[in-house]
């Protein structure tokens, strides 16, 4: 999944470090924002692509200004892939890749990455799942060696499924404490339905009870294969030298045949529907949206540049301009699409005390009203284009950040010369195309409206 | 996960020069303002940074949140640029910028591609001298903020029991207060305060100039003096906080307020950098919490099952001492006094019994890597630079890192011993009440 959103790269040490404007950091990066890509005469993207024998496609950049290699491989097996009963297979199944191979123990793989200072983390997505190394050079063969076990040997042992079920249930409890954990639960429900999308990537305590360390292990074999997967390295490192390790440590990774499966496509009608969460809050935590646009969707870049504009440019955006910069109603507003490879949600989310939700939402509304009913200024039209394509640049500054890029053209099929297409794309972006992908995909009367507050406080009228 | 945090609390501490001499050209101004730049041509991307030394050390009493207010407004314009509008300048130019405020300092980043690095240099240099502070702004970016800490705070039972914590550990030190201030504190900070404030500590000599990146460092300098060289300079006349005496017996605080699971938090105050105890201090943090097969998350979450996360954290990169943190969640279900027994526990015994070498050097591997990995990014670079500079000078990594080296099992177990005992510790606990009501 990508999100078109603008990212503010901050951290917080111990709850004692502010900033102005923190967008929800766990949230924004867990994704590649490939749409806010673009690429300059100075710094194209350099990489080779190869496809082995196994049909595993293997991406490479090479960089030797620091001796640290990147990893990062995609697994096309996700959420969507799960049956609705088992939901929170596929992060089930990320979660134990780590927990136990056919020579390691759980405590054996984490003692060993943790004593060279290396990482090997796994994430289960809506439409694949990576599996992430990051190493220093000197400890390549080290990390290799841990990263093939736990791809090609994992045994998903019953006693750490049972442990990781339990984990789990516990996490999801305790983000019940979270009123933007609740608003965006409720939110994806309504938007994606019965689609997998919709539900929520670690499933819920039901569906984890009654998954199978069998289910897990058929998933494995039928999804974890090099013919459904991306292998993408980044850094100080020669192509003979990946050869070398490729060779070494993933040479047995077998193909199998695929099963081919109609993945389906969420419905894309827009329905009004109004969800009330009370809770004893001083906020109300807002999202009102609906159903968005596919990865593949042609009114992508255009979605793009009017979402920008629209509350998704951070400062420069009109959602950031009214709510906060003139009302001072809120911390943080913005708007986002998730585009998926088969559909999407567009979303707008803000917090504000309770008492101020109405005036709140009619704000949202009325700016929505704004963006599909005229035509945006020429200053904001050009400012968007030269944000989009200029920063560029700061997003492959560093290696970790062209590894997870070109895994990610690859999965969405944008070519490795996606760098040098993206500006025109993006410059090519009208007016009226604004006012038209504003107009298809905002909706302003049949939208989703999950409001999580002190409801008696908030008095909604919605 | 919490133990995640602590591999990037030390992103921030460990550097660069010793393993992989980057070249660091240090500058003073006239006016007294130091300037680091650090040239990096690995991508077209440069980070203009700018620290002052200020930050909630510096706040006058009944005034918390001031340096962060302060720090949003600074965004609002200047004579020149009129209000609101920085941002959208940087981000026109494909940059990014934001700032952040500590216990003590406040310190603003812009990150371009590195042929629009001349920017910030006017901005920074315009918003230190003319800003508006217009009225009106004041009182909007007030309640921004209250929503901020609404957000952060009111409404995240963890935060809130970590903001009792501190307020009960420290008697009389500022660091009792939260940087992003108290409710009705915010709401009593006038335009004036803020002024008077910024007039005093957004000046030269009380602010150092990090430039990391794909720059040129004498091109750089010639347009630094142009525009900070003659900006006025006046002495900081700073007074020295409270001193805060010797805790000499536990403090307990609960919170009883909506929430799922239980939690606690344990803080012991500890000393900070340089103290010749903080290196150990650092890596018996990490033989407790540096990844899941240390001590914390290998005994709670994994054998005794009773957590679901269990953590140790401490920065000793403060000003003045501050703490060190234990924080666990109960799985459901589980008994939070066995979740604090659980973590007295692994007290106890890393204070009767010396960690293993492998441990120590796990620990130092740690260290050492994630200062490499570091490098990776221009904007962690300068972040670390910026952080020594705060504590007096960025050669201090240096220290710092020989300091760690040194290291043994035995100075692990002491730093136990000295630090984490019953008399020394505030414990904070979470005591969940009601249970959440949907309406559709």
């Given at each position: 999944m990508e999100k078109i959103n603008l990212t503010y790269a901050t951290d917080r040490l111990n709850g004692v470090l502010f900033n102005r404007y923190q967008v929800f950091v766990s949230v924004i990066f867990m994704l590649c924002t490939v749409c806010c890509l673009l690429s300059t005469n100075v710094f194209a993207l350099d990489a080779k692509r190869n496809v082995l024998s196994n049909g595993l496609v293997v991406l490479h950049s090479e960089n030797h200004s620091l001796p640290v290699v990147m990893v990062t491989l995609i697994v096309k097996a996700g959420q969507i892939d799960e049956p609705k009963e088992k939901a929170g297979l596929a992060n089930l199944l990320s979660e134990l890749l780590t927990e136990g191979t056919e020579k390691r123990k759980s405590k054996d793989i984490s003692e060993e990455i943790d004593f060279i200072g290396a990482s090997l983390d796994t994430s289960a997505g809506g439409d694949y799942t990576t599996v992430t190394l990051s190493v220093l050079k000197k400890d390549i063969r080290k990390g290799f060696d841990l990263f093939s076990d736990i791809l090609l040997h994992p045994m998903f042992p019953q006693a750490e499924l049972e442990r990781k079920r339990e984990q789990i249930k516990g996490f999801l409890k305790q983000r019940e404490e979270e009123p933007s954990f609740l608003a965006e639960r409720a939110f994806k429900k309504e938007v994606f339905g019965e689609h997998p999308y919709g539900r929520l990537i670690e499933g819920y305590p039901e569906t984890i009870d009654v998954i199978k360390r069998d289910d897990i292990v058929k998933f494995h074999s039928s999804y974890f294969l090099p013919n459904n997967s991306i292998l993408s390295v980044a850094g100080d490192l020669t192509s003979h030298e990946l050869d070398a390790l490729m060779n070494e440590y993933l040479a047995e990774w077998k193909p199998h045949g695929l099963v081919k499966k109609d993945r389906g496509r969420p419905d894309e009608k827009k329905i009004k529907k109004v969800i009330k969460i009370d809770k004893d809050l001083t906020q109300a935590n807002i999202i009102l949206g609906n159903p968005g646009i596919s990865r593949d969707n042609p009114d992508y870049y255009a979605v793009a540049v009017m979402n920008y504009i629209f509350g998704g440019g951070g400062f420069s955006s009109r959602l950031m301009h009214s709510i906060r910069e003139k009302m001072g109603l809120a911390y943080d507003v913005h708007s986002f699409f998730a585009a998926y490879k088969e559909g999407g949600s567009f979303q707008i989310g803000l917090q504000t005390k309770n008492e101020s939700a109405n005036t709140a939402i009619g704000e949202i509304l009325k700016q929505a009203e704004?963006?599909?009913?005229?035509?945006?200024?020429?200053?904001?039209?050009?400012?968007?284009?030269?944000?989009?394509?200029?920063?560029?640049?700061?997003?492959?500054?560093?290696?970790?950040?062209?590894?997870?890029?070109?895994?990610?053209?690859?999965?969405?099929?944008?070519?490795?010369?996606?760098?040098?297409?993206?500006?025109?794309?993006?410059?090519?972006?009208?007016?009226?195309?604004?006012?038209?992908?504003?107009?298809?995909?905002?909706?302003?009367?049949?939208?989703?409206?999950?409001?999580?507050?002190?409801?008696?406080?908030?008095?909604?009228?919605? | 996960?919490?133990?995640?945090?602590?591999?990037?609390?030390?992103?921030?501490?460990?550097?660069?020069?010793?393993?992989?001499?980057?070249?660091?050209?240090?500058?003073?101004?006239?006016?007294?303002?130091?300037?680091?730049?650090?040239?990096?041509?690995?991508?077209?991307?440069?980070?203009?940074?700018?620290?002052?030394?200020?930050?909630?050390?510096?706040?006058?009493?009944?005034?918390?949140?001031?340096?962060?207010?302060?720090?949003?407004?600074?965004?609002?314009?200047?004579?020149?640029?009129?209000?609101?509008?920085?941002?959208?300048?940087?981000?026109?130019?494909?940059?990014?910028?934001?700032?952040?405020?500590?216990?003590?300092?406040?310190?603003?980043?812009?990150?371009?591609?590195?042929?629009?690095?001349?920017?910030?240099?006017?901005?920074?240099?315009?918003?230190?001298?003319?800003?508006?502070?217009?009225?009106?702004?004041?009182?909007?970016?007030?309640?921004?903020?209250?929503?901020?800490?609404?957000?952060?705070?009111?409404?995240?039972?963890?935060?809130?029991?970590?903001?009792?914590?501190?307020?009960?550990?420290?008697?009389?030190?500022?660091?009792?207060?939260?940087?992003?201030?108290?409710?009705?504190?915010?709401?009593?900070?006038?335009?004036?305060?803020?002024?008077?404030?910024?007039?005093?500590?957004?000046?030269?000599?009380?602010?150092?100039?990090?430039?990391?990146?794909?720059?040129?460092?004498?091109?750089?300098?010639?347009?630094?003096?142009?525009?900070?060289?003659?900006?006025?300079?006046?002495?900081?006349?700073?007074?020295?906080?409270?001193?805060?005496?010797?805790?000499?017996?536990?403090?307990?605080?609960?919170?009883?307020?909506?929430?799922?699971?239980?939690?606690?938090?344990?803080?012991?105050?500890?000393?900070?950098?340089?103290?010749?105890?903080?290196?150990?201090?650092?890596?018996?943090?990490?033989?407790?919490?540096?990844?899941?097969?240390?001590?914390?998350?290998?005994?709670?979450?994994?054998?005794?099952?009773?957590?679901?996360?269990?953590?140790?954290?401490?920065?000793?990169?403060?000003?003045?001492?501050?703490?060190?943190?234990?924080?666990?969640?109960?799985?459901?279900?589980?008994?939070?006094?066995?979740?604090?027994?659980?973590?007295?526990?692994?007290?106890?015994?890393?204070?009767?019994?010396?960690?293993?070498?492998?441990?120590?050097?796990?620990?130092?591997?740690?260290?050492?890597?994630?200062?490499i990995m570091e490098q990776d990014s221009i904007y962690m670079q300068a972040m670390k630079y910026g952080m020594f500079e705060m504590l007096g000078d960025w050669r201090l990594i240096d220290k710092y890192l020989e300091g760690i080296r040194k290291v043994t099992a035995e100075d692990v177990m002491n730093v136990a011993r000295k630090y984490l005992k019953e008399e020394n510790r505030t414990a904070g606990i979470l005591i969940p009440t009601k249970k959440v009501d949907s309406i559709q």
């Open positions: 704004g963006i599909i009913g005229e035509y945006v200024s020429d200053e904001e039209l050009s400012d968007a284009k030269s944000y989009l394509t200029g920063s560029f640049k700061r997003r492959l500054d560093t290696t970790r950040k062209i590894a997870d890029f070109i895994a990610s053209i690859e999965f969405y099929n944008l070519g490795l010369d996606y760098d040098k297409k993206y500006p025109d794309y993006i410059n090519a972006v009208t007016k009226d195309d604004l006012l038209r992908v504003a107009k298809k995909y905002l909706a302003t009367e049949n939208f989703v409206l999950v409001v999580v507050a002190n409801q008696k406080k908030a008095g909604l009228k919605y | 996960m919490k133990y995640v945090r602590i591999i990037i609390a030390f992103l921030f501490i460990l550097i660069p020069i010793t393993v992989y001499g980057s070249d660091i050209k240090e500058y003073k101004l006239k006016n007294g303002m130091k300037v680091i730049i650090v040239e990096e041509h690995k991508a077209p991307v440069a980070t203009f940074q700018i620290w002052y030394r200020v930050g909630l050390r510096e706040e006058p009493a009944g005034k918390s949140g001031m340096s962060h207010l302060l720090e949003h407004m600074m965004f609002k314009g200047t004579s020149r640029y009129g209000p609101s509008v920085l941002t959208k300048i940087v981000q026109k130019n494909g940059g990014t910028d934001n700032a952040h405020t500590t216990k003590d300092h406040t310190a603003y980043f812009e990150i371009v591609p590195s042929d629009r690095i001349m920017l910030p240099v006017e901005l920074e240099a315009d918003r230190m001298n003319n800003l508006i502070l217009d009225s009106k702004d004041v009182l909007s970016e007030r309640s921004v903020v209250m929503e901020e800490r609404r957000l952060r705070y009111e409404d995240d039972p963890q935060n809130s029991l970590f903001e009792e914590v501190v307020a009960a550990a420290f008697k009389v030190h500022p660091y009792q207060r939260p940087v992003i201030g108290w409710m009705s504190e915010i709401k009593s900070i006038e335009r004036e305060d803020l002024y008077s404030y910024y007039k005093t500590y957004y000046s030269p000599g009380n602010a150092v100039i990090i430039i990391v990146g794909d720059v040129n460092a004498d091109e750089m300098m010639k347009k630094v003096r142009e525009h900070f060289e003659a900006l006025p300079s006046e002495p900081v006349d700073k007074q020295m906080p409270s001193v805060e005496p010797e805790q000499k017996g536990e403090r307990r605080v609960t919170l009883k307020r909506e929430a799922e699971l239980p939690f606690i938090i344990l803080a012991y105050h500890t000393p900070n950098f340089p103290h010749e105890d903080n290196y150990a201090l650092d890596v018996l943090t990490l033989i407790l919490s540096g990844g899941k097969s240390t001590r914390l998350y290998q005994s709670l979450v994994y054998e005794k099952k009773i957590a679901i996360s269990a953590s140790a954290d401490y920065s000793s990169f403060n000003i003045d001492p501050y703490l060190f943190y234990f924080f666990a969640s109960a799985a459901p279900g589980k008994d939070i006094k066995d979740v604090e027994e659980a973590l007295f526990a692994e007290v106890e015994k890393i204070k009767k019994e010396q960690p293993s070498e492998r441990e120590v050097q796990k620990a130092k591997n740690q260290i050492e890597a994630s200062f």
